[in-house]
């Protein structure tokens, strides 16, 4: 099992970014994919999830209307994006699996993807 | 201000044991669901260490054990090692917000 998420992004106050993880040794459409977020020196944020089957999405309320999570099955890859950043976006973002039922737990995860905001 | 509240900080000596606790309410863990801790080591991806409350996957020691009781949880660490120097964190599920919430995280200092 890998979830194998794109480089390091800098982007300007105002831009958005487009994060990926592509994913490979499991079945793609039996799980959520959820993104997860840290700033610096921080603790983890959960943004929002994406049902990899149905594409349907949850997002956490601070998100809604700035994130739009996506995937393409056809290539088992998941995509987060998130506009209108500002400095508070900067931080590491993590793709990261989940099966689908509340209680349970995220079992693997992405790399992380730092993106950094800054004029 | 996280939903769940742990400690910030705890340390110990190694060998000793430590108790991290994670707080949360009647809409997350009282609520029935589960609480799972992960281990995130300096610079890399948190890697789940207890699912379900109190199950380890295959490759944690038994030197690590969860716990849940009410509205709040534990994970125990005993005979602390150097390699057991990273922050922890708590997860469930709250059904107000309808979200996956976590703790602050806790760092651990073996001494």
């Known amino acids: 099992v890998r979830l194998v998420q794109s480089g390091t992004e800098v982007k300007k106050p105002g831009a958005s970014v487009k994060v990926s993880c592509k994913t490979s040794g499991f079945i793609f459409t039996d799980f959520y994919m959820h993104w997860v977020r840290q700033a610096p020196g921080q603790g983890l944020e959960w943004m929002g999830w994406l049902n990899l089957k149905s594409g349907g999405t949850n997002y956490a309320q601070k998100f809604r209307g700035r994130v739009t999570m996506t995937s393409d099955t056809s290539i088992n890859t998941a995509y987060m994006d998130l506009s209108s950043l500002t400095s508070d976006d900067t931080a590491i973002y993590y793709c990261?699996?989940?099966?689908?039922?509340?209680?349970?737990?995220?079992?693997?995860w992405g790399q992380g993807t730092l993106v950094t905001v800054s004029s | 201000q996280s939903v769940l509240t742990q400690p910030p900080s705890v340390s110990g000596a190694p060998g000793q044991s430590v108790t991290i606790s994670c707080t949360g309410s009647s809409s997350n863990i009282g609520a029935g669901y589960d609480v799972h801790w992960y281990q995130q080591l300096p610079g890399v991806a948190p890697k789940v260490l207890i699912y379900?409350?109190?199950n380890r996957p295959s490759t944690v020691p038994d030197r690590f054990t969860g716990s849940k009781s009410g509205t709040s949880a534990s994970l125990a660490i005993t005979g602390l090692q150097a390699e057991d120097e990273a922050d922890y964190y708590c997860?469930?599920?709250?059904?107000?917000?309808?979200?996956?919430?976590f703790g602050g995280g806790t760092k651990l200092t073996v001494l």
């Open positions: 990261a699996r989940k099966l689908p039922h509340t209680n349970t737990w995220f079992d693997r």
């Open positions: 379900g409350n109190n």
């Open positions: 997860q469930s599920y709250d059904r107000s917000l309808s979200a996956s919430v």
